[in-house]
């Protein structure tokens, strides 16, 4: 996983808890906290980071992993060369089928390492578009937010839901609905 996603995180439990927690959910999990936005990383330190996080504020791991993913949207989207294809993004819908079809194509050039997750479409209409999740890192829930934080990007209301496709949760569809 790309260090930008740990800086991030570092950052939001920084702002939302303070430099004590963040030292206390480092020291727990015996991690040095040393990430650097390009660096490579193993997705496992973070989901531990993200469970210790929970023990320390009480709060179910699912619900910190959809905070975390709609807080940093507006930071990964703003790191997003300019493109063509960007700058036609008018809703959440076109900039989610963007991400399969530019953005991780994109990263997958930049960093041949890069494990992206996959989005398979299923349907769209103009008030409705359903995908497929697919993951190794079981991280539908940081999905969830990031999908949260585009929508708020792009000003629109949706109602989400997300049926768990596999057990672990390597796979997962979303159905989003824009509510009018």
């Known amino acids: 996983m790309k260090g930008i996603i740990f800086t991030e995180f570092i950052d939001l439990v920084e702002d939302k808890f303070g430099l004590e927690v963040v030292d206390q959910i480092l020291d727990n999990v015996g991690d040095d906290g040393a990430y650097t936005a390009v660096g490579s990383y193993d997705h496992k330190l973070l989901v531990k980071l993200i469970v210790e996080l929970g023990k320390l504020t009480n709060m179910p791991p699912d619900e910190l992993q959809q905070a975390f993913g709609q807080s940093i949207f507006i930071n990964l989207y703003s790191t997003l060369p300019y493109s063509a294809s960007l700058s036609e993004c008018k809703n959440c819908f076109q900039f989610v089928r963007l991400v399969e079809d530019y953005i991780h194509i994109e990263v997958k ?17 103009e008030t409705e578009l359903i995908f497929d999740y697919k993951s190794a890192r079981c991280m539908s829930n940081v999905c969830l937010g990031l999908v949260k934080g585009c929508a708020d990007h ?8 997300m049926s768990e496709q596999s057990e672990d949760s390597s796979h997962v569809q979303f159905q989003l609905l824009l509510v009018k």
């Open 154 to 161: 792009f000003g629109e209301q949706l109602d989400i839901s």
């Open 109 to 125: 050039k930049l960093y041949p390492d890069a494990n992206p997750p996959q989005f398979e479409f299923i349907s769209e209409s």
